[in-house]
């Protein structure tokens, strides 16, 4: 059975850097798109960051820059190094992957959250 378990997430002050991690469990990350998303107290769910199985990658214009997306296959392991933080990157942030065949550009996907299996998510908390 596929999961999804995220880690790394904590509270850091504004300007620091967080990396959080998402391993996987029943299948191989290489075969499959994953992706980043987070959803602050009353907000709806933001895409973050996105990886397709040919390492090609989409972001947020609000993270561009600061946050990269990256996996290691020997781990099964996705990661998501966070820097510069700041007060609007509070958030709950979930990890996701989809094995199905890519139909859309990876922008699509990351407006559109269109992924199979989830994790339970990891909170990362920024002060000021």
């Known amino acids: 059975q596929v999961q999804l378990v995220e880690s790394g997430g904590g509270s850091v002050q504004a300007g620091g850097s967080l990396r959080l991690s998402c391993a996987a469990f029943g299948y191989t990350y290489s075969s499959y798109r994953m992706g980043w998303f987070r959803q602050a107290s009353g907000q709806g769910r933001e895409g973050v960051a996105i990886m397709d199985s040919d390492g090609s990658t989409s972001y947020a214009d609000s993270v561009k820059g600061r946050f990269t997306i990256s996996q290691d296959n020997a781990k099964n392991t996705l990661y998501l190094q966070m820097n510069s933080l700041k007060l609007e990157d509070t958030a709950m942030y979930y990890c996701?992957?989809?094995?199905?065949?890519?139909?859309?550009?990876?922008?699509?996907?990351?407006?559109?959250?269109?992924?199979?299996?989830w994790g339970q998510g990891t909170q990362v908390t920024v002060s000021s």
């Open positions: 996701a992957a989809d094995f199905r065949p890519r139909r859309y550009s990876l922008r699509w996907y990351l407006f559109n959250a269109d992924f199979a299996k």
